[in-house]
């Protein structure tokens, strides 16, 4: 099991750039599989970007592709958002999650199995 806890979220201009973290307890964090989905006001949860395992792959929406880049340090256990060139699409709330092992549907939410609260990204225009 593993307990996540994002930092990072704030007020940003359009144009400007945030970097969240997702800090995970325990010893086994380079088992498993890392994402990012957020929540926008009055809309669904969606994917955002997912890393596998080693961080050897990444996946991102296109929304955010070539604006955002996953990462991850298995010796820290933590995962990062890098946002860059924030738009004010991009407010919402943003969430890590984490499933154990590899999965061919990094994209869909159900995969996961753990989450964080949440951090919430504000840009404004």
């Known amino acids: 099991q593993v307990q996540l806890v994002e930092s990072g979220g704030g007020l940003v201009q359009a144009g400007g750039s945030l970097r969240l973290s997702c800090a995970a307890s325990?010893?086994?964090?380079?088992?498993?599989?890392m994402g990012w989905f957020r929540q926008a006001p009055g809309k669904e949860r969606e994917f955002v970007a997912a890393i596998t395992l080693s961080g050897a792959n990444t996946y991102y929406a296109d929304s955010v592709k070539g604006r955002f880049t996953i990462s991850r340090d298995n010796v820290k256990n933590t995962g990062y958002l890098q946002m860059n060139s924030l738009k004010p699409e991009d407010t919402a709330v943003y969430y890590c999650a984490a499933r154990w092992g590899v999965s061919a549907q990094v994209l869909e939410e159900t995969e996961y199995a753990y989450w964080g609260q949440g951090t919430q990204v504000t840009v404004s225009s």
């Open positions: 325990g010893r086994t964090f380079r088992s498993y599989t």
